[in-house]
């Protein structure tokens, strides 16, 4: 149950905060319209259990995205595991960052002995992050904003730098590298296998920043995703 009450006083305690305050003037119209299915009142709390998706439904404006950035704060400090699924991998990092920097001002760290960047994480295909991450940088006049994009998707890859054939130094594809489909070196070159062997698993892929996000995911409080990983 989210205590209205409760969720109202951490949005004011946001709005204190360096940053335009909107939270508090948004919120309170909100849960005064908002009604649950049968037409009642939302009153003093309102039930989000687990199991079957409930819908949520408003017109533009009226403060789902304020509720939803919100949640994922109150969510942490009432101790609870959440995702928040969004349409867009691009907004799920717009999202993640913005909890991001609501857990700063709540000082996460010193309550939670970790650095918000442990407890939110924006998860999406590791072949995605690369071109999310030419996206945020063509698409963003915020540079503080596309260095936190750099620092939390970008990576690099160290296999052409061990290629055995020079052909294969300079053909990183971002997105598109052979991490679990790696074909063992020839005896010899030019000779052709008598079997094709197993694909192997690149030897980096466990410290790899391309699946960075992933571990980091298993021990989140709050994931941001879409509804295509669902």
Known sequence: VLKVKDFLELNAQLDEQPGKAFRVQTLVPFFEKMRTARGAAVGDGLRLP??????????????????????????????HTVALVVDTNANALKLAHAIEQDL??????????????????????????????????????NPEYVDWVFARIGYSCQLPALASVDEAVDTWIPGGEPCTRLTPVRPERDTPYRSMPAPKVCPFKQDCGKFRLARQACSARIIVTTHANL
């Open 104 to 141: 700063k001002k709540l000082d996460t760290r010193a309550r939670l002995g970790v650095d918000p960047s442990e407890v939110v994480v924006p998860l999406m295909s590791p072949n995605s992050l690369m071109r999310e991450l030419e996206r945020a940088v063509k698409g963003s006049e």
């Open 50 to 79: 687990a199991g079957m998706t409930r819908v949520l439904s408003a017109p533009t404006g009226s403060g789902k995205s304020v509720m939803l950035r919100s949640y994922g704060s109150w969510a942490v400090q009432e101790g």
